[in-house]
């Protein structure tokens, strides 16, 4: 039954690998608690079960995030079965978990942002196709808002110089234009005419113990390569921004998503609407957006605490 739920999240709803490889994990953590006491069917689970295996959770000390998306897969499985006719009731329905621990995104300033930029376009400037790569990559994931995946999946065909726009494929199968601003235009520009090329070259006349390198995950039509020509991979994005923040002062992962935690609360200073930055974002619930809000008013705060006379 674990299989078949996994299989319709995958292919009915269309969610992303990571969130799939979520609920797998956790569901296996399931059956295996449940088989250790004696339950081995889908119709053998029952709140009780359920509640003691969040409890064990928190007696093995794990993390509050971690407890409540366990408690959030099983309610998507559970709930799944009861719609399908597999269970005659829902057993999860009343089954509460501890919220996840707010800590807010980790935010880089206009000015942190500026110098990277200035850092990258000056290693660009001597025509390293892997440094024009980089600038033109983290100018679109700070520009345009977009998740990791969002950015190497997409395809040459995605980006509209003229208009400005990237079409991107979110979460859920979801897609949606995204408008960029003039500098990553300049830089993805720069990229395409002097920087791919030259990655796409390499792939083409890669040859390793005399077997030529497969163009796999269809780097051809990609528009962001590899130093070796494939596709850029979401693994190597993050080592491009992870070594370009590891400088950076700040707590909270470095990754790429920073650059998108960063644009949606500048977007927010700067005084945009919060239902246009949701929009931007590609978040199907307004309330994930909020959390922006939080990081705005925190730094507010900050800036009060050190500027204000009397604070």
């Given at each position: 039954m674990v299989d078949a739920f996994l299989g319709h999240v995958r292919h009915a709803r269309g969610l992303s690998e990571q969130t799939v490889r979520a609920y797998a994990n956790d569901l296996a953590q399931l059956v295996g608690f449940a088989a250790a006491r004696g339950t081995t069917t889908v119709d053998g689970v029952s709140l009780e079960l359920l509640r003691d295996w969040l409890w064990e959770a928190d007696q093995q000390a794990l993390a509050r995030a971690t407890i409540a998306r366990r408690s959030s897969s099983v309610r998507a499985f559970t709930r799944w079965a009861s719609e399908t006719g597999v269970l005659a009731t829902d057993p999860a329905v009343r089954l509460r978990a501890p919220k996840g621990s707010a800590h807010l995104p980790r935010?880089?300033?206009?000015?942190?942002?500026?110098?990277?930029?200035?850092?990258?376009?000056?290693?660009?400037?001597?025509?390293?196709?892997?440094?024009?790569?980089?600038?033109?990559?983290?100018?679109?994931?700070?520009?345009?808002?977009?998740?990791?995946?969002?950015?190497?999946?997409?395809?040459?065909?995605?980006?509209?110089?003229?208009?400005?726009?990237?079409?991107?494929?979110?979460?859920?199968?979801?897609?949606?234009v995204v408008p960029f601003g003039v500098p990553a235009r300049d830089a993805l520009e720069e990229w395409l005419e002097r920087g791919r090329p030259?990655?796409?070259?390499?792939?083409?006349?890669?040859?390793?113990?005399?077997?030529?390198?497969?163009?796999?995950?269809?780097?051809?039509?990609?528009?962001?390569?590899?130093?070796?020509?494939?596709?850029?991979?979401?693994?190597?994005?993050?080592?491009?921004?992870?070594?370009?923040?590891?400088?950076?002062?700040?707590?909270?992962?470095?990754?790429?998503?920073?650059?998108?935690?960063?644009?949606?609360?500048?977007?927010?200073?700067?005084?945009?609407?919060?239902?246009?930055?949701?929009?931007?974002?590609?978040?199907?619930?307004?309330?994930?957006?909020?959390?922006?809000?939080?990081?705005?008013?925190?730094?507010?705060?900050?800036?009060?605490?050190?500027?204000?006379?009397?604070?």
């Open positions: 935010v880089v300033s206009n000015d942190q942002v500026r110098t990277m930029l200035d850092a990258l376009s000056a290693r660009a400037a001597t025509d390293d196709p892997g440094a024009l790569r980089d600038l033109a990559v983290v100018e679109l994931l700070y520009a345009a808002a977009i998740r990791v995946s969002e950015l190497v999946g997409l395809d040459l065909v995605d980006v509209d110089r003229s208009r400005l726009t990237v079409r991107v494929l979110g979460k859920g199968g979801r897609e949606r030259v990655l796409a070259a390499r792939r083409l006349a890669a040859d390793v113990d005399g077997v030529r390198t497969a163009d796999t995950g269809g780097s051809g039509s990609a528009l962001f390569l590899g130093d070796r020509g494939g596709r850029l991979g979401t693994r190597s994005a993050y080592r491009i921004v992870a070594r370009l923040l590891e400088d950076v002062p700040g707590e909270g992962p470095a990754g790429p998503h920073t650059f998108r935690h960063t644009a949606a609360t500048h977007l927010l200073d700067g005084g945009a609407d919060l239902r246009a930055v949701q929009e931007l974002l590609g978040h199907a619930s307004l309330g994930t957006t909020q959390i922006y809000t939080h990081v705005s008013s925190a730094r507010l705060r900050e800036v009060y605490r050190t500027a204000h006379p009397r604070a």
